[in-house]
């Protein structure tokens, strides 16, 4: 007997392979996504027929789960039309039924491949002949001979067959080249998918907008839908599991955030708890003090995972929030040398935490520990990765068994995926472009978004303090790499500063004009903020090539560096004192970012500021100290004495302490859309005046030659990022 099956449905231009799940127009191959394609299999098993949108629902989501239907059915039917090239205005292919279903209204022609069955039951008679003994033997051994040709070559069309769909299948499911969501202007980060996958959370910063805002987009063509105010500062949304919320962060000042909630479409919102963290590295220097996720609920929405320091100076823990009572409780909490647990990111079944942890100034490794049912940890964390590379996200694939995460440990960021097991492989992913970020898969639909910084090369930039020029600042030092942290030479005659043009960040030197620019250090892992001795001949700087960061000098004729702290705690940004005897540095020993200091030749170091410190610099006389503390301008007597503020709208740590005062800048959290204010502080008259102001975006340090005449600093050509979609992601 015979027995059919369809294989190809052909309308218009178009043709359907059912067995291959494939749609095709003139031959070539069309991308289609899973909720599109089931929509489109179910119009055309009834062409002219109504399908109600309830069927699709059904279709879509047998056991009965919670999203938002409406929304997510709209969009996947959008897909559907844009890659059929269809209107809903005047459709060729599907009809709307307003608030009721869809209908197919082109004519569909159906294509079988008709395949022969034999029946077991009526089997052929074939006659036969009686033969001798010897005959009948020789006639057996025959049908037995052909019996087995024939199973071997059933096994083989089996098996080529079996390969050939396997192939496909496996084809089918590479993941798509990475390709643009968003592509607005400005920065777009912290992506959150919602639990059908149909839409994403984010946080956009628009170009003129002073703060981000939360915005929710769905997956294909389509603007983005603000969902909180403007310039409110609010970053790191998370998708509830019921979909009906999304929480987010929202910076109050600099070290406090608020944990608030606002109803997926839009509504009143509800604040929820208070944390206190540095928020301005997170909502503006796009440079994490801990790896993003930073919020992640529970399965059953009961809580919320998110990290706090317990004070704007000591490391990050993580922390269990109730949605209900707001009530905070720490589950994680690192010891030195750690400076933070961060990337809090829980699996679908809810049973395990994955987090990063921060070994270093900017290495982190991955952890997981097991959670309770109430999101209690119950056992030691344990470590999955001991790459001490920087890692800036981190996300569950959607069946839970791996993890991927953005890391450096291939020697420039990339997207790897490991299983989440100690000693696990990790696989790059090639589907992912340059230089991925915060990332985040969706439980449904097979999406993973990620963002992408577009642009990367900064520079180093001089202009005039003496007012000749005005305020004219020029391109002096650059690469088709970063070049920053450059200060001057006591003489003024050369500059040093760092660079990753030669592969790695190293230390280089040039003349103050930026020509004959050499490579000082070759210590193949970051070597940075390069200080001069005051007799010019040492440069002091740090560097994490002993797998933590610490302080080293060395000649200025080069050779091997010397190492002058060994505690295990990260010790960074160093600067000479103005006899040369001691080196400042920042520690983040004891939990602490703390100022201390270390004879030029070693031995025991010596803390200076009991409140927090990060960059300082010894004014020429010796008498002060000039330190960073968050956006503030601090000073200490050198001999010991109380801390003094001394400006609270300093911008990143760009102070330059000279003969005549103190130079420094001011300004927003963020310069990406706007300028800095130069401003100089008169030790003689105790005033501060503007001399200028430095276009945007600028970086972090600043140098003034010892003439007052010019100042450096960095400037970078970034100009926002993106989000950046990967389809067909298992």
Known sequence: MAASAPSTIRFGAFELDLRAAELRKDGHRIRLQQQPFQILVELLERPGEVVLREEIRRKLWPNNTVVEFDHSINAAVKRLRDSLQDSAGTPRYIETLPRLGYR???????????????????????????????????????WWFACATAIVVIATGVRVDWLRRAAKHANSAVPSPAVPLTGNLGYEIFPSFSPEGARVAYSWEPPGQASPSIYVKLIGQ??????????????????????????????????????????SLGGPERQVAELTLGTQRFVHRRSYEVSPPLLAWSRDGRWLLS???????????????????????????????????????????????????????????????????????????????FDD??????????????????????????????????????????????????????????????SHYVGSAAHIWRMRLDGKNGEQADPLISSTRVEGHSQYS???????????????????????????????????????????????????????????????????????????TTTEANQYRPSWSHDGKWIYYCSTRAQHRQIWKIPATGGAEVQ???NGGLVAFESADGNDLWYTKERELWKVPVRGGEESRVSAALFQHCLAPAK?????????????????????????????????????????????SPDEQWMLFDRSDRVGSELMLIESFQ
């Open 490 to 564: 006591p003489d003024g005659q050369r500059i040093a500063f760092e660079s990753n043009r030669s592969g790695h960040d190293e230390i280089w030197v040039c003349q103050a004009d930026g020509s004959h620019a050499a490579q000082l250090t070759s210590l193949h892992a970051w070597a940075g903020s390069p200080r001069w001795s005051p007799d010019g001949q040492k440069i002091a700087f740090d560097s994490n090539s002993a797998g933590h960061w610490d302080i080293y000098v060395i000649s200025i004729q080069g050779g091997q560096p010397v190492r002058l």
């Open 307 to 385: 990290v706090e320091q317990n004070s704007p100076h000591e490391t990050y823990s993580i922390v269990r929030i109730s949605v209900q009572t707001g009530e905070k409780r720490i589950l994680i909490s690192p010891s030195a040398p750690s400076t933070g647990d961060g990337g809090v990111a829980v699996s679908p079944d809810g049973k395990t935490l994955a987090f990063t942890r921060n070994l270093g100034l900017y290495e982190r490794d991955l952890y997981i520990v097991p959670l309770s049912d109430d999101m209690l940890i119950r056992a030691e964390p344990e470590r999955l990765t």
């Open 660 to 704: 005549r005062g103190v130079y420094f800048l001011e300004g927003p959290l963020s310069s990406s859309e706007v300028t800095v204010r130069v401003q100089f502080l008169d030790l003689a008259t105790k005033t501060i005046k503007t001399l200028a102001a430095i276009p945007a975006p600028t970086g972090t340090e600043i140098s003034v």
């Open 608 to 610: 200076v500021t009991k």
């Open 389 to 450: 590379k920087e890692i800036d996200g981190v996300a569950w694939t959607a069946d839970g068994h791996s993890l991927v995460f953005s890391s450096k440990r291939g020697g420039r960021r990339e997207l790897w995926q490991m299983p989440a097991i100690p000693s696990g492989q990790n696989v790059r992913i090639t589907a992912a472009g340059d230089d991925p970020r915060d990332v985040a898969i969706a439980s449904a639909g097979g999406h993973l978004v990620y």
């Open 104 to 142: 197919f209204v082109a004519p569909v022609l159906r294509e079988e491949v008709r395949e022969e069955v034999k029946d077991a039951s009526a089997p052929d008679l074939v006659p036969m002949l009686v033969s001798p003994p010897a005959a009948r033997s020789k006639s057996r051994r025959w």
């Open 222 to 263: 389509g603007d983005a839908v603000r969902l909180t105010p403007k310039s409110a500062g609010d970053f790191a949304s998370a998708w509830s599991p019921d979909g009906r919320w999304i929480a987010f962060l929202r910076a109050r000042g600099p070290s406090q955030a608020a944990v608030v909630m606002i109803p």
